[in-house]
């Protein structure tokens, strides 16, 4: 079992950036790749962006690309994500997930954390 919590959600202004992270514990995630999505109310869950077990492989949704950057830790057992240039439909809450095999941005995770909530001022 792999559990994940996420932490630095908060509030920013628009054009202002964050800093989140998911720290892992149960296991070493240098298996796993990992991945961000998000949530705003009302809608589906979307993925934001994923990176390989080795971070040599990252990817991004056509909405953040750009402006957000995945990146790993394996040491650490962190995952991050910075999101720099936050616009107004970028709130929501944000969670890192974990799965083994290839990073992308369509497949079934296998564990997920709890959230982190993020929300942009005008």
């Known amino acids: 079992q792999v559990q994940l919590v996420e932490s630095g959600g908060g509030l920013v202004q628009a054009g202002g950036s964050l800093s989140l992270s998911c720290a892992a514990s149960?296991?070493?995630?240098?298996?796993?790749?990992m991945g961000w999505f998000r949530q705003a109310p009302g809608k589906e869950r979307e993925s934001v962006a994923a990176?390989?077990?080795?971070?040599?492989?990252?990817l991004y949704a056509d909405s953040v690309k750009g402006r957000f950057a995945i990146s790993r830790d394996n040491a650490k057992n962190t995952v991050y994500l910075q999101m720099n240039s936050l616009k107004l439909d970028d709130p929501a809450v944000y969670y890192c997930?974990?799965?083994?095999?290839?990073?992308?941005?369509?497949?079934?995770?296998?564990?997920w954390g709890k959230g982190t909530l993020v929300t942009v001022s005008s």
């Open positions: 997930a974990a799965a083994r095999g290839t990073a992308s941005l369509t497949r079934p995770m296998d564990y």
């Open positions: 149960g296991r070493t995630i240098s298996a796993y790749a």
């Open positions: 990176i390989s077990w080795g971070g040599g492989t990252t």
